[in-house]
C-alpha cells in the first residue's frame, strides 16, 4: 500500500485521552514513542527547529545499528524534556498529522510522556516552583518584599546561588515584579454603548493572567486605553486563577484540571453574558481556545469559553472587519521589528497583530515568523539555556537587521529573550498593546516596568 504524504484536508488535533488509565501505561507509551520516533527518524524535516529532533537523530545515528532499534528506550526522555511544547512541528512541518492515517501530532505524544513521568516521578522543587506562578506572584508583590524580589534577582552573587541551588541559570535575565497589581489597579469603563458587529461582541472581558497581573501590569492598562479609546465597555473576569499553562507543560495534568474548575464558571457566565474574553498572553489564550477544550472535550463549559476567547489583536482585526475599528491614529511608530510568538500562531488567527500595526501610518512592520526558543520556564533552566539562546539566535538576527526602533512581541517573555539575545540597540522593547496605545496617542497613566528603556 502507497503512503502519501500530506492531506488536502486541514489538520485536526484528537482530544487529549488522559482519563483512560492507558493513557498513563508506560509500557503503551514506550511503543508509541517508539512508532513516532521511527516515523521521525525516515523523515527529519524537523530537525531545525529545536532540539528534541537533533538529540533524537544524534541517538540513532550513534547507535550500534543506526536504526531506533538500538537506542536505549530510557534515552527517550533525553527528547522528552528538550520538547516545550510550542508546537511548531505539528502546525509547519510534519506531513503526517492527522488526518493523515499515522496520525502524528509528536507535541501531545511529549505531553503524554510529561504527564507519565509527573504521576510515577512527581517534579523537582525548581520545577514545582517555577510552575506556581499565581503563588510566586502573590508572594513577589508584598510590599517591601516585591523590591527585594527584583534586587535579588539582578544581583550576581545570588543568581549565580540560584544557578546551583535552583537550577535557574545565572545569565538568564527574569522580569521583574510589579509593585501593584494589576488587578487592583484597573479602572475598565463599563458605560459606553453595547454595539456588536457581525463578527465581533461589543463588549469585553478581560481575563488578565499571571504575568500581566504581576509582572507587566502596564500592558493590561494599555489594553484598557485601547478598549476605552475605541469605546467599547469593559469589565474584569470577577476572579480568576492560573490559566493552567505551566501545570500542562510540566505535566500536572490534575492540577491543570483543579484550575479549570475555579476559572471556567467565572468566565462561561461572562461568555453567557455576551462578552468577549480577551487576554493579552497567548500561550493563556492557547490554553482556553485549544488545550482545555481536547482536555475536557465533554465539558460544555469549556467549550463555551473556548468559543468566546480571542487574542486581543484578533478581536480588533475583527472590529476593523466590521469597520467598527478607530483608526484616528496620531503618532508613528518608525520600524518595528515584530516576532509572531509560536502560541499566538497555533490558534490559526493569522497575523493579526502585524496587520493591525500595519495601519498605523509611517510605520514598518518587519515580521519575523519563528520560534524565540524561549517557552515559559523552559529557557530559564541551568541545563536548558544554552539551548534556548541556540535556537533563538536566527530571530535575534533577524529582529536586529532592521535597525528597529523598536522590537515586539505579543509573548512578553519571547520578547524579553529576544532583548537578551540581541544585546547593544538603540530599540525599545515593546508590547504590541503599548505600541497601539502609544499610536492613538492615548495618554497612559501606568507604564510598563522595564519596556520604556533603550535595550542596555
Given at each position: 500500500?502507497?503512503?502519501?504524504?500530506?492531506?488536502?484536508?486541514?489538520?485536526?488535533?484528537?482530544?487529549?485521552?488522559?482519563?483512560?488509565?492507558?493513557?498513563?501505561?508506560?509500557?503503551?507509551?514506550?511503543?508509541?514513542?517508539?512508532?513516532?520516533?521511527?516515523?521521525?527518524?525516515?523523515?527529519?524535516?524537523?530537525?531545525?527547529?529545536?532540539?528534541?529532533?537533533?538529540?533524537?537523530?544524534?541517538?540513532?545515528?550513534?547507535?550500534?545499528?543506526?536504526?531506533?532499534?538500538?537506542?536505549?528506550?530510557?534515552?527517550?526522555?533525553?527528547?522528552?524534556?528538550?520538547?516545550?511544547?510550542?508546537?511548531?512541528?505539528?502546525?509547519?512541518?510534519?506531513?503526517?498529522?492527522?488526518?493523515?492515517?499515522?496520525?502524528?501530532?509528536?507535541?501531545?505524544?511529549?505531553?503524554?510522556?510529561?504527564?507519565?513521568?509527573?504521576?510515577?516521578?512527581?517534579?523537582?522543587?525548581?520545577?514545582?516552583?517555577?510552575?506556581?506562578?499565581?503563588?510566586?506572584?502573590?508572594?513577589?508583590?508584598?510590599?517591601?518584599?516585591?523590591?527585594?524580589?527584583?534586587?535579588?534577582?539582578?544581583?550576581?552573587?545570588?543568581?549565580?546561588?540560584?544557578?546551583?541551588?535552583?537550577?535557574?541559570?545565572?545569565?538568564?535575565?527574569?522580569?521583574?515584579?510589579a509593585t501593584q497589581t494589576f488587578r487592583s489597579n484597573a479602572e475598565p469603563s463599563s458605560t459606553f454603548p453595547v454595539i456588536n458587529g457581525a463578527r465581533t461582541p461589543g463588549k469585553v472581558a478581560i481575563y488578565a493572567t499571571c504575568y500581566i497581573n504581576y509582572n507587566e501590569p502596564g500592558i493590561g492598562h494599555d489594553l484598557l486605553k485601547i478598549l476605552q479609546h475605541n469605546e467599547i465597555p469593559t469589565c474584569l473576569a470577577?476572579?480568576?486563577?492560573?490559566?493552567?499553562?505551566?501545570?500542562?507543560?510540566?505535566?500536572?495534568?490534575?492540577?491543570?484540571?483543579?484550575?479549570?474548575?475555579?476559572?471556567?464558571?467565572?468566565?462561561?457566565?461572562?461568555?453567557?453574558?455576551?462578552?468577549?474574553?480577551?487576554?493579552?498572553?497567548?500561550?493563556?489564550?492557547?490554553?482556553?481556545?485549544?488545550?482545555?477544550?481536547?482536555?475536557?472535550?465533554?465539558?460544555?463549559?469549556?467549550?463555551?469559553?473556548?468559543?468566546?476567547?480571542?487574542?486581543?489583536?484578533?478581536?480588533?482585526?475583527?472590529?476593523?472587519?466590521?469597520?467598527?475599528?478607530?483608526?484616528?491614529?496620531?503618532?508613528?511608530?518608525?520600524?518595528?521589528?515584530?516576532?509572531?510568538?509560536?502560541?499566538?500562531?497555533?490558534?490559526?488567527?493569522?497575523?493579526?497583530?502585524?496587520?493591525?500595526?500595519?495601519?498605523?501610518?509611517?510605520?514598518?512592520?518587519?515580521?519575523?515568523?519563528?520560534?524565540?526558543g524561549h517557552d515559559g520556564t523552559w529557557g530559564v533552566k541551568s541545563e536548558h539555556f544554552t539551548d534556548s539562546m541556540k535556537i533563538g539566535r536566527p530571530v535575534f538576527k533577524q529582529m536586529a537587521a532592521s535597525d528597529p526602533d523598536y522590537i515586539s512581541s505579543d509573548c512578553a517573555i519571547a520578547a524579553r529573550h529576544i532583548e537578551q539575545g540581541i544585546g547593544a540597540s538603540k530599540a525599545q522593547k515593546l508590547h504590541p498593546?503599548?505600541?497601539?496605545?502609544?499610536?492613538?496617542?492615548?495618554?497612559?497613566?501606568?507604564?510598563?516596568?522595564?519596556?520604556?528603556?533603550?535595550?542596555?
Amino acid at each position: 500500500m502507497t503512503i502519501s504524504e500530506g492531506s488536502l484536508e486541514a489538520p485536526k488535533r484528537h482530544p487529549i485521552d488522559w482519563k483512560n488509565p492507558d493513557f498513563y501505561n508506560e509500557a503503551s507509551l514506550n511503543q508509541e514513542l517508539e512508532r513516532v520516533f521511527d516515523i521521525c527518524h525516515g523523515c527529519r524535516r524537523c530537525v531545525n527547529l529545536c532540539t528534541a529532533f537533533p538529540r533524537l537523530f544524534d541517538l540513532i545515528d550513534e547507535s550500534t545499528t543506526g536504526e531506533l532499534d538500538s537506542v536505549n528506550k530510557n534515552q527517550f526522555w533525553e527528547v522528552v524534556e528538550r520538547c516545550y511544547l510550542c508546537d511548531m512541528c505539528f502546525m509547519t512541518k510534519c506531513p503526517y498529522v492527522p488526518p493523515h492515517e499515522w496520525n502524528i501530532d509528536f507535541p501531545h505524544l511529549m505531553l503524554r510522556a510529561k504527564a507519565v513521568k509527573y504521576k510515577y516521578q512527581g517534579a523537582g522543587f525548581r520545577d514545582r516552583l517555577l510552575s506556581n506562578t499565581d503563588l510566586m506572584g502573590k508572594l513577589a508583590t508584598i510590599p517591601v518584599v516585591v523590591q527585594t524580589v527584583n534586587a535579588v534577582n539582578k544581583t550576581p552573587i545570588t543568581r549565580k546561588l540560584m544557578d546551583g541551588m535552583l537550577g535557574i541559570h545565572a545569565d538568564r535575565k527574569l522580569p521583574e515584579y510589579a509593585t501593584q497589581t494589576f488587578r487592583s489597579n484597573a479602572e475598565p469603563s463599563s458605560t459606553f454603548p453595547v454595539i456588536n458587529g457581525a463578527r465581533t461582541p461589543g463588549k469585553v472581558a478581560i481575563y488578565a493572567t499571571c504575568y500581566i497581573n504581576y509582572n507587566e501590569p502596564g500592558i493590561g492598562h494599555d489594553l484598557l486605553k485601547i478598549l476605552q479609546h475605541n469605546e467599547i465597555p469593559t469589565c474584569l473576569a470577577e476572579k480568576e486563577v492560573c490559566c493552567g499553562m505551566p501545570k500542562l507543560e510540566l505535566g500536572d495534568l490534575e492540577t491543570v484540571e483543579k484550575l479549570k474548575n475555579e476559572n471556567i464558571p467565572h468566565l462561561l457566565k461572562l461568555a453567557q453574558e455576551g462578552y468577549a474574553l480577551l487576554t493579552a498572553v497567548p500561550s493563556c489564550t492557547l490554553m482556553y481556545k485549544q488545550e482545555l477544550p481536547l482536555l475536557f472535550p465533554q465539558d460544555e463549559a469549556v467549550q463555551a469559553v473556548a468559543a468566546a476567547m480571542f487574542d486581543p489583536f484578533e478581536y480588533l482585526a475583527l472590529r476593523n472587519q466590521d469597520k467598527l475599528l478607530k483608526t484616528d491614529f496620531k503618532k508613528p511608530l518608525g520600524t518595528v521589528a515584530y516576532h509572531v510568538p509560536c502560541h499566538q500562531r497555533v490558534q490559526n488567527i493569522g497575523k493579526k497583530t502585524r496587520d493591525i500595526l500595519q495601519l498605523i501610518p509611517e510605520t514598518t512592520i518587519n515580521t519575523v515568523e519563528r520560534c524565540s526558543g524561549h517557552d515559559g520556564t523552559w529557557g530559564v533552566k541551568s541545563e536548558h539555556f544554552t539551548d534556548s539562546m541556540k535556537i533563538g539566535r536566527p530571530v535575534f538576527k533577524q529582529m536586529a537587521a532592521s535597525d528597529p526602533d523598536y522590537i515586539s512581541s505579543d509573548c512578553a517573555i519571547a520578547a524579553r529573550h529576544i532583548e537578551q539575545g540581541i544585546g547593544a540597540s538603540k530599540a525599545q522593547k515593546l508590547h504590541p498593546l503599548t505600541l497601539l496605545r502609544m499610536a492613538y496617542d492615548v495618554d497612559a497613566e501606568h507604564q510598563p516596568i522595564d519596556d520604556v528603556k533603550p535595550i542596555a
